[in-house]
């Protein structure tokens, strides 16, 4: 006769435990992979909240089953930023240009940019013309929105901070995965965002499509 150490029934219902969590786990991952290929492909967000949550939830692994697949990972963060922008746009239509925060990511500045680091708002763009952040610089000046190059990751909870009542809705510029996190932090401060991608990626010399990041901070309802 076998003696288990833990009692049979116990190890039974552990065992039920677990194929049962393994079920629910590729339900959701299948759910998650559902939405997350029919945005991509018709390009149109349905469910919006329940596709974000799901998404959001399963997060790292669609990532993780995308790389198994040799599909490039970014994929799950486009999609996010688009249903995150879909979801956030009524609340974000609703508040003034000068509640508006427009925060730009450091890469896109020239190597050879002059501008000084401040603790409180960042890198402080003084407009030399060297990198496209002189021409945003200067739109925001004329619509009433605050610009802010972000030196780092902390840096946006701290300029949240910084703005506190202030600052209502926010637009991020930067490669699809800062955006993803990004746009997930800022929510949970409870601004709507809108997230721009970067048109070239990389670490320095990055560029952006002006237009489309000027038509995100003017969208009203
Ligand atoms: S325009 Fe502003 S951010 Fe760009 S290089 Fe000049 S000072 Fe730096």
Do not use: W
């Not at 198994?68 to 486009?78: A, E, I, M, S």
Request: a positive charge; proline letters at 6%; hydrophobic letters at 50%.
């Amino acid at each position: 006769m076998i003696i288990y150490p833990i009692p049979y029934p116990v190890l039974e219902l552990l065992g039920r435990i677990i194929v049962l969590s393994l079920i629910v786990f590729v339900i959701l991952i299948l759910v998650a992979l559902f939405f997350l290929v029919v945005i991509f492909f018709t390009k149109r967000v349905i469910l919006p909240k329940l596709a974000l949550f799901m998404i959001t939830m399963m997060h790292e692994p669609l990532r993780r089953l995308l790389s198994f697949f040799r599909v490039d990972p970014t994929l799950v963060d486009r999609v996010s930023v688009e249903i995150g922008n879909a979801v956030n746009y009524p609340e974000f239509v609703r508040t003034k240009l000068e509640e508006r925060v427009l925060l730009m990511p450091q890469c896109v500045r020239s190597i050879d940019c002059p501008a000084k680091l401040s603790s409180l708002e960042g890198i402080k763009c003084i407009e030399c013309g060297r990198c496209e952040i002189a021409k945003l610089s200067a739109i925001c000046k004329e619509l009433g929105i605050r610009l802010y190059i972000s030196p780092g990751g902390t840096f946006t909870k701290r300029i949240l901070l910084y703005n506190r009542g202030r600052v209502k809705a926010v637009v991020g510029v930067a490669c699809y995965p800062n955006l993803y996190e990004g746009m997930l932090n800022i929510k949970l401060a409870g601004i709507p965002a809108q997230g721009v991608p970067l048109k070239t990626t990389g670490c320095v010399n990055t560029t952006v499509d002006t237009q489309e990041i000027v038509a995100k901070c003017k969208m009203v309802a």
